[in-house]
């Protein structure tokens, strides 16, 4: 059974820090692209963040652009996502979802974490 | 950015009913679209992929059409488990993008 369990999140101070991290197992994390996805308080999904299985493609919305940082460790499974100058519209709950495809360009999400909650607010 | 833009944002209607959800794109993205379903609380569940393709372990009575610019999403006989928000998203472009998302309540 696919499982990915997000951690890492909580409160931080605008202009603050974070690192999510999604711990994957059931299958082989390192064939398939991985995604993050979030969710304001109340609001629709927006899509934040694609790597490839190998990490050769790299994307991200542009509203974070610049100030997130996606990566991955195959040999540990897992998943991050470092968040730097926090605002409070970064606020929301953000999903580590798994990819279709394992390489080029992010296609659509057959599996999804519980989702981890980041407030950023003084 | 490609737009995704769903209609209606919410949706009243009975058990039994046909529901149909649309999705409109900004640009021609082909069949390049997914739905999700996503109850409270919890994280959004794939329906569909290529526009009409079903996800393993959907129920039939979720159906997908469409192509380039317009998309619909029904439901043939609306069930109880079935009330809950669905987003389409589109990944014509690496830069996802998805539709607002469309409430189905009860009546």
């Known amino acids: 059974e696919v499982q990915l369990v997000e951690s890492g999140g909580g409160l931080v101070k605008p202009g603050g820090s974070l690192r999510l991290s999604c711990a994957a197992s059931g299958f082989t994390f390192s064939s398939y692209s991985m995604n993050w996805v979030r969710q304001a308080p109340g609001k629709g999904l927006e899509w934040v963040s694609s790597i490839s299985s190998t990490s050769g493609y790299i994307y991200y919305a542009d509203s974070v652009k610049g100030r997130f940082t996606i990566s991955r460790d195959n040999a540990k499974s897992s998943l991050y996502l470092q968040m730097n100058s926090l605002r409070a519209e970064d606020t929301a709950v953000y999903y580590c979802a798994r990819d279709v495809t394992g390489g080029g360009s992010p296609w659509y999400f057959d599996s999804w974490g519980q989702g981890a909650l980041v407030t950023v607010s003084s | 950015d490609i737009q995704m833009t769903q209609s209606p944002s919410t949706l009243s209607a009975s058990v039994g009913d046909r529901v149909t959800i649309t999705c409109r794109a900004s640009?021609?993205?082909?069949?390049?679209l997914a739905w999700y379903q996503q109850k409270p609380g919890k994280a959004p569940k794939l329906l569909i992929y290529k526009a009409s393709s079903l996800e393993s372990g959907v129920p039939s009575r979720f159906s997908g059409s469409g192509s380039g610019t317009e998309f619909t999403l029904t439901i043939s006989s609306l069930q109880p488990d079935d009330f809950a928000t669905y987003y389409c998203?589109?990944?014509?472009?690496?830069?996802?993008?998805f539709g607002g998302g469309t409430k189905v309540e009860i009546k």
């Open positions: 640009q021609s993205i082909s069949s390049w």
């Open positions: 998203q589109q990944y014509n472009s690496y830069s996802l993008t």
